[in-house]
């Protein structure tokens, strides 16, 4: 199970810090990502990360602005997301995967879990 939090509504260039607080076993087992979702578009990839922490990939739309992280020691992730645009508002998504190359945006391709999603909304 995947449940996150810290979504809420920020201006514009302001942040916010998601977490993901997973349940179950072999937390390190899993590459962890963030997918986002808005108003009339499909969900999209935001960024992922490799079981151990060491290896991540970011939608070009993020890139520089947002940060991923794990801490396999209290089975969550996070991501930092600073200096927001309006565009960012959205729907974001947990997600964890089994077989996924942390190297590459292979998209949904892979996900074995999601959690419910965590509203972000920026304000310009």
């Known amino acids: 199970q995947l449940v996150e939090s810290g979504g809420g509504l920020v201006q514009a260039g302001g942040s916010l810090r998601l977490s993901c607080a997973a349940s179950g076993r072999d937390f390190r087992m899993y590459a962890m990502g963030w997918f986002r979702q808005a108003p009339g578009k499909e969900r999209e990839f935001v960024a992922i990360?490799?079981?151990?922490?060491?290896?991540?990939t970011y939608a070009d739309s993020v890139q520089g602005r947002f940060t991923i992280s794990r801490d396999n020691a209290k089975n969550t992730a996070h991501l930092q997301m600073n200096s927001l645009k309006p565009e960012d508002t959205a729907l974001y998504y947990c997600a964890a995967a089994r077989s996924y190359n942390a190297g590459t945006n292979q998209g949904a391709m892979g996900i074995d879990y999601w959690g419910q999603g965590t509203q972000v909304t920026v304000s310009s």
């Open positions: 990360i490799s079981g151990g922490g060491f290896m991540t």
